[in-house]
Nanobody, 115 residues
C-alpha cells in the first residue's frame, strides 16, 4: 500500500525558512510526477508545486521564487524548501503523486507562519 510520511513543519516567523521532507513507499517513486499540496483551514487542498520524473518543476504563482521542490529518487524522498515565508503560507502540507493523487493521503505536516 502507498504511504506518504511528511515532516519538517514548524512555527516560523514571517520571512523565515523551512524544509519539508516526505518519505514515499509503495509506488514506483522515480516514475511519477510528484507534488506538494497544502490545505489552509476552511479551504480546499491545492497543489502548489510539482516535479516530474525528469526533474522539471512547476509552481503556482503564489509560491514562485520562494519555494523549491526537489526529489531524491534513490531514497524515495521528496523535499520542499520554503523561503521568505508569509502568513498566508500557513497550512497543512501534504505530498502525493501529482496526477492523480493516491489514497490514502499522509498525515501532513503543519506549517504556521506567525510573529
Amino acid at each position: 500500500q502507498v504511504q506518504f510520511v511528511e515532516s519538517g513543519g514548524d512555527l516560523v516567523q514571517p520571512g523565515g525558512s523551512l524544509r519539508l521532507s516526505c518519505a514515499v513507499s509503495g509506488i514506483m517513486f522515480r516514475s511519477y510526477t510528484m507534488g506538494w499540496y497544502r490545505q489552509a483551514p476552511g479551504k480546499q487542498r491545492d497543489l502548489v508545486a510539482r516535479i516530474s520524473s525528469s526533474g522539471s518543476t512547476v509552481y503556482v504563482d503564489s509560491v514562485k521564487g520562494r519555494f523549491t521542490i526537489s526529489r531524491d529518487n534513490a531514497k524515495n524522498l521528496l523535499y520542499l524548501q520554503m523561503n521568505s515565508l508569509k502568513p498566508e503560507d500557513t497550512a497543512v502540507y501534504y505530498c502525493n503523486k501529482a496526477f492523480p493523487p493516491e489514497v490514502p493521503w499522509g498525515q501532513g505536516t503543519q506549517v504556521t507562519v506567525s510573529s
